[in-house]
């Protein structure tokens, strides 16, 4: 008797599928370039849009890098991600080569990460740095950050550097560093002393500033500087939108 062949196991490819894009789609990920060369694409994500993992019918910016894939390639792929509120600066490696140089420049905190952001009034001290640990947790579908003793099971180190740029009657625009790369950081460190950002309903942000409706989470990701995976050092921003720009100039911030 002849012995059964096993058959062999499938070879599952790891790379993600094509996303087909609308011209819409199309068109919407292309204005957003704000730098690009061999290596990285730069990119201005707006408020509103997910980084990556969205639900829902719309397609995430992740999907939406398809845009720029070359025949035979793959896609950029994204270096960090954007709270899906928070606008601003967004890195993409165009390379293998490149995403594992950036990805290893992450971890080694060689990437450094610049925000604003509005809240109601301005911290006291007007600049210091929070050192919170923070762990993950879990309500229904939503995932949310909370301070916790250094010594919790799940505790994260999480480290953020503050420092006030203009003052208002009703309102204070604050410079962001964080040292660390925690979910949600900066929006639960704020909110740990007593100034969460405006519009940020989830951690106890106002939702109206001397009777100005806020819009959207108030916090923008204005710069990175980072090491290039071609030598050298790399600085890029983001301009902030006119929503949040609006509002700066309304409160008297800038």
Not at 161 to 178: D, F, K, M, N, Q
Not at 179 to 193: D, K, P, S
């Amino acid at each position: 008797m002849r012995a059964a062949h096993a058959k062999a196991p499938q070879k599952t490819s790891r790379e993600p599928q094509p996303v087909r894009l609308s011209p819409e789609e199309t068109a919407l990920v292309r204005s957003l370039v704000l730098y690009e060369d061999a290596d990285i694409l730069a990119l201005a994500k707006p408020a509103g849009l997910s980084s990556q993992g969205g639900r829902g019918q719309v397609n995430t910016l992740d999907e939406l890098l398809w845009a720029f894939a070359k025949p035979g390639k793959a896609r950029p792929r994204l270096i960090h991600r954007l709270d899906r509120d928070t606008s601003g600066l967004i890195l993409a490696a165009k390379t293998k080569p490149a995403a594992g140089f950036l990805g290893k420049a992450l971890m080694k905190r060689k990437v450094f990460k610049t925000y604003r952001a509005i809240v109601a009034d301005s911290p006291d001290p007007p600049q210091g740095i929070v050192e919170a640990p923070l762990r993950r947790e879990e309500v229904g579908r939503e995932a949310w950050m909370r301070p916790c003793a250094p010594d919790h099971p799940d505790a994260e180190a999480a480290r953020t550097r503050y420092r006030t740029v203009s003052r208002g009657p009703a309102a204070a625009l604050l410079e962001l560093e964080p040292e660390t790369g925690r979910m949600h950081q900066i929006r639960v460190h704020l909110a740990a002393i007593g100034r969460p950002i405006a519009g940020d309903a989830r951690y106890g942000g106002a939702l109206a500033l001397a009777g100005h409706r806020v819009p959207r989470l108030m916090l923008h990701a204005l710069a990175l500087r980072f090491p290039h995976p071609a030598g050298g050092e790399k600085r890029l921003e983001a301009p902030i939108p006119p929503d949040m720009a609006g509002l700066i100039a309304t409160l008297g911030l800038g």
